[in-house]
C-alpha cells in the first residue's frame, strides 16, 4: 500500500490534531486518505487503493472491512468523511456500493467514530466552488490545498478530496446552542 508523505500550508487557525479518513467506496478499487489536521496546517498521510479480486460479494465487504478495522488500528482517527453514491444507470453496481458502505458505516459506529457523508457535488463545490467541476480540477485543487501531488489513483484522489471536504465544511458549521 503506498503511503504519500507531504507538506503541509496553513489554514484556519487550530491547535488540535485530527485525523479524517477520506473513503470512495467501491467493491473493486476503495480509494482511501488520510489528512493530518495539526496546528491549523492540512497533510496527506497516507492514500491509497484497497482492491479486491473477483469473488462473492460477501467476501469483498468482508476484505473491505478488514482492512478499514486495520487502517483505523493504525491511525488515531477521530473522523471519516466517506462520498455518497450517485449512479443514474447500473443499479446493481449501486446497490453493491451501498453495502460497502453500509460495512463501513457500521464500522465507525463500532469504532465511535463520527462519519459524515458527502456527494460528489458537495465535495465538488467545497474544494472549487464549482459544483460541475472536473476531475481534473478537483484534483489540482485538492494538491494545492495540501501543497503536494496527490496519486495517480482516481479513487485515492476521491478519498482526499471527501476528506477534504469534510475538513472545510466541519470548520463552517455554526455550533449548535441547544438553550436558544
Not at 443514474?88 to 457523508?117: D, P, Y
Request: with cysteine.
Amino acid at each position: 500500500m503506498p503511503i504519500w508523505k507531504n507538506s503541509t500550508i496553513q489554514t484556519k487557525p487550530s491547535f488540535e490534531t485530527n485525523i479524517i479518513l477520506g473513503i470512495d467506496p467501491g467493491i473493486a478499487n476503495t480509494g482511501y486518505a488520510c489528512l493530518l489536521e495539526q496546528d491549523g496546517r492540512i497533510s496527506l498521510i497516507d492514500a491509497g487503493v484497497f482492491i479486491t479480486k473477483k469473488n462473492p460479494t460477501p467476501y469483498r465487504i468482508k476484505l473491505i472491512y478488514d482492512f478499514f478495522c486495520s487502517l483505523l488500528a493504525k491511525y488515531d482517527v477521530g473522523s471519516i468523511s466517506i462520498e455518497k453514491i450517485f449512479f443514474n444507470k447500473n443499479v446493481k453496481t449501486a446497490m453493491i456500493i451501498e453495502e460497502v458502505r453500509g460495512a463501513l458505516l457500521l464500522l465507525s459506529a463500532q469504532k465511535s467514530i463520527s462519519i459524515h457523508q458527502y456527494t460528489p457535488l458537495e465535495v465538488k463545490k467545497s474544494l472549487t466552488l464549482f459544483g460541475k467541476a472536473s476531475k481534473l480540477e478537483v484534483k489540482l485543487m485538492a494538491e494545492r490545498i495540501i501543497n503536494s501531488p496527490l496519486p495517480k489513483s482516481d479513487d485515492a484522489c476521491d478519498a482526499v478530496a471527501v476528506a477534504l471536504c469534510h475538513s472545510i465544511l466541519e470548520k463552517e458549521e455554526e455550533p449548535i446552542d441547544i438553550f436558544d
